[in-house]
């Protein structure tokens, strides 16, 4: 009989772990990092729309174009007398646009690697630049507390935006439908959107609450996002720049934003060296990724290819999506579980190997606790008050409901609590109101409060104040459930109403395609681009 009693399973009332997802299974298949390291910070990463294999990393003096299948650089624009900021294609992917610290803002032609215009006019550094949805226009967003539109076909300065930041403007984004908005991001903390067609160009300012890091519209463009600080948020342009949710899932600052997955998923690289990956419909963490060190860039790749994140010490960690129907993949998953297969140690049969310690037959001491010890002898108020320590209570709280549960299963726990000192029951009960609210003890712990009203249903007069209190109490408490339970269910009502409604209807979202011209005249350089000399002390 002793060796066959088995100790309560205590597992099913702990904390699980995150439950699989298929945004988990999804991510996970990002194959193990393959590291490139340059000489300095990488300030910036992004992606070439028309060639999705190539990505240009901005990173001290140098603006180079790398192979996402070789890691190898297929272009090195070192056009730089300082450093370069943000190099950023165009959305053909025939062009190229970096800022620097000297003010300037250079435009590259990626095939041939020559400058064909060189934007003058800023008097500090320029960290952002971005080209409007029609590609004839260029934003850069300066430290002089300026934004300046350039005519990328004349090389004059279209509009200057000076004195709506009070400090360095290190963030901007372009509407992707509309080429005359676009939005600004500044140290200041403030979110200022503009117009170009209107009189007053400034239409709305917003409060982040702290240095404004990144920003980036979703594709319909309705709906916005800002990094800064340790949040994200999200604002929605249709009802008046709303504030639709804050995310801060980070334990440092966010440093960079991007979309992923078509845009339908938000991903969200910080110092904390984590990168956040949520989801647009419902703001919430699906993923996260965990990098050497802090984030400062990150670029993804079209379909989600590849995710590459760039960081403070010069790192930049590209991780490829592996397709399980290419041979090459196929091969690698193979070779990943054989490897984890031959790190299993084997004995070999022919040599002899000297044990430490040999384990014998299980008689006696099958890892019983007290309680179990007393749940075997049927000492069931023994067994109940080994855990009703106030330290058990505090930091084991399954343990006392697997007891709870077991005695409930006995048909036990109505004797268990007859003839009990006061401070007992009260002990017992305040337990049931703390913990009654936790979907994990909701059941055990409802019958629980059942049984005690069954004990004390005739001893209600003999009861004294302290206990009719506690009993209060949990009347109280369950009430609680009661209403929150039926406001839960009203809310889920009219929630399945609205995804009922709009799955009947038959609004189809399209994304804005670029068609490439069939004959697209090739621009040639400035003269100002075909004067500059970078000169090498």
């Given at each position: 009989?002793?060796?066959?009693?088995?100790?309560?399973?205590?597992?099913?009332?702990?904390?699980?772990?995150?439950?699989?997802?298929?945004?988990?299974?999804?991510?996970?298949?990002l194959s193990k990092a393959d590291l490139l390291k340059e000489h300095n910070t990488i300030d910036y990463i992004d992606f070439s729309p028309s060639d999705p294999d190539n990505f240009v990393?901005?990173?001290?003096?140098?603006?180079?174009?790398?192979?996402?299948?070789?890691k190898l650089v297929v272009k090195n624009l070192s056009r730089f007398q300082k450093t370069a900021y943000g190099a950023t294609f165009r959305q053909d992917g025939r062009l190229l646009a970096a800022g620097d610290e000297e003010g300037h803002v250079k435009l590259f032609d990626t095939t041939s690697r020559n400058i064909l215009r060189l934007f003058k006019g800023h008097t500090a550094p320029v960290h952002?630049?971005?080209?409007?949805?029609?590609?004839?226009?260029?934003?850069?967003?300066?430290?002089?507390k300026s934004i300046r539109l350039w005519d990328v076909a004349n090389e004059k300065v279209v509009q200057t935006y000076e004195d709506a930041h009070t400090d360095y403007i290190r963030a901007g984004a372009m509407h992707p439908l509309a080429s005359n908005v676009f939005a600004s991001g500044g140290y200041d903390g403030k979110i200022h959107l503009y117009d170009t067609r209107a009189e007053k160009a400034l239409q709305q300012t917003l409060d982040h609450g702290?240095?404004?890091?990144?920003?980036?519209?979703?594709?319909?463009?309705?709906?916005?996002?800002?990094?800064?600080?340790?949040?994200?948020?999200?604002?929605?342009?249709?009802?008046?720049?709303?504030?639709?949710?804050?995310?801060?899932?980070h334990h440092k600052t966010v440093t960079c934003l991007r979309l992923g997955s078509d845009g339908r998923r938000l991903l969200s690289g910080g110092l904390d060296r984590h990168v956040k990956i949520y989801d647009v419909s419902t703001y919430k963490t699906v993923h996260t990724l965990t990098y050497p060190n802090a984030v400062v860039s990150l670029g993804v790749a079209s379909g989600d290819q590849a995710v590459v994140a760039g960081m403070v010490d010069g790192l930049v960690s590209i991780r490829r999506m592996i397709v399980d129907s290419k041979p090459s993949h196929l091969r690698k998953i193979r070779a990943s579980?054989?490897?984890?297969?031959?790190?299993r140690p084997t004995a070999h049969p022919s040599v002899p190997q000297d044990v430490d310690h040999v384990v014998k037959d299980r008689v006696k001491g099958t890892g019983l606790q007290t309680y179990d010890v007393q749940l075997r002898r049927f000492n069931h108020k023994k067994a109940l008050?080994?855990?009703?320590?106030?330290?058990?209570?505090?930091?084991?709280?399954?343990?006392?409901?697997?007891?709870?549960?077991?005695?409930?299963?006995r048909k036990s726990l109505d004797k268990a609590l007859l003839d009990r000192p006061e401070h007992i029951l009260i002990k017992f009960i305040d337990f049931i109101c703390a913990h009654l609210s936790e979907t994990r003890?909701?059941?055990?712990?409802?019958?629980?409060a059942s049984t005690i009203l069954d004990v004390f249903e005739r001893q209600l007069v003999t009861c004294s104040d302290k206990l009719l209190k506690a009993l209060e109490k949990l009347s109280r408490t369950v009430e609680n459930e009661i209403h929150l339970t039926t406001e839960l269910m009203q809310l889920k009502g009219a929630m399945d109403m609205l995804i009922g409604v709009s799955l009947e209807s038959d609004e189809v979202r399209h994304r804005p395609t670029y068609v490439q011209p069939a004959k697209a005249p090739k621009m040639q350089p400035s003269q100002a681009a075909e004067k500059y000399v970078v000169f090498v002390e």
């Open positions: 009989m002793q060796a066959n009693f088995l100790p309560l399973n205590i597992r099913r009332f702990q904390q699980r772990a995150q439950v699989e997802t298929p945004d988990t299974i999804y991510w996970e298949r990393v901005t990173c001290s003096v140098r603006v180079q174009i790398y192979n996402l299948v070789t952002r630049t971005f080209f409007t949805a029609d590609k004839l226009q260029l934003a850069s967003f300066c430290d002089d702290a240095p404004v890091e990144s920003m980036l519209f979703l594709p319909n463009g309705s709906v916005f996002v800002t990094a800064g600080g340790n949040q994200v948020r999200v604002w929605d342009m249709i009802s008046g720049c709303r504030l639709l949710t804050t995310m801060a899932q579980r054989a490897k984890a297969h031959h790190k008050d080994n855990v009703m320590y106030l330290q058990r209570l505090e930091k084991q709280p399954e343990l006392v409901v697997a007891v709870i549960t077991d005695l409930l299963h003890f909701m059941r055990p712990l409802m019958n629980a």
